[in-house]
């Protein structure tokens, strides 16, 4: 069992009440303001050490006019991916295809209308499209991990000020230019084997979307390396206020258990 707050007084198993036996003080409620005081003290020492994290998101996002710009620019090749990456014209019985190709239709008609069984055919056993169905999937593959990286990049963006900020944007960067570097190219390549062996029926060219793609992970690179080299230092919100209030209590709460004990001692109680 625990003593009692005030006098010291070692409470046993058959002390129920709420007041202590030998002094009467009401055990709950005893230095009720101090421990509501302890606990906003508790609040503002996590405030402390908590704001400078809400500092470096914030300034991640609109620290300076550069970082509004990179905050403008993560959108870009997002936005690009709904735009048509591709464009592709079939001349085939009784279903013509004539249409743009972005990640929604990727998605909604590649994806859903995809036979696995016809298309490991054409790799396998078609020496006319062997090579443009790898390139085929593989565009589609390079789609996908250049919108993951796209959609990182808006993520990851509240961490930009953290020492592993610049490297992490960078690298997110460099990998979402390669992989809609790779994808254009495989589909370009998938493009120009069709053409050659089904130019009567088939065409197809890039889109703007897939330009906008690559140029908008360019941007991102050439405005991380700026902010880099501005070294714009976080501006860190002033807590000193805070700080010192708390060393402040801290003291007071010192001196007051110290004087408590210390009146404790002089009427001869035991101090546990």
Sequence with gaps: MAN???????????DIKPTCPKCGVNLLYYNHQERLAEDADAAE????????????VKFSFIGS????IRLILIFLPIGSLFLPLAHVQAAVPYNAINSDVSILTIVSDVLGNLNLDVITAMIGE????????????????CVFLTAVCALLNLFLNTLSSSPKGFKRN???????????AVGSVSFLVFNAQLTKNFGEVYSGNLGIGAIVLMVGFILLLTINVIIKKKNIP???????????????????IAEMEAA?????????IQVS
Excluded: N
Excluded at 65 to 68: F, P, R, T
Excluded at 170 to 180: D, P
């Design 4 to 14: 009692c707050p005030k006098c010291g007084y070692h409470l046993r198993m058959i």
């Design 45 to 56: 020492e996590e405030h402390i050490r908590f704001q400078p994290k809400i500092d470096r």
């Design 65 to 68: 006019k550069w970082h509004i």
């Design 126 to 141: 078609s020496k006319l499209t062997g090579t443009a169905f790898i390139c085929f999937l593989l565009a589609i593959v």
């Design 170 to 180: 960078m690298t997110l960067s460099c990998l979402g230019l390669l992989f809609a």
């Design 234 to 252: 976080v501006k860190y919100k002033d807590v000193s206020e805070y700080v010192e209030h708390i060393e402040k209590r801290k003291q007071e």
């Design 260 to 268: 408590a004990r210390a009146a404790r001692e002089a009427e001869g």
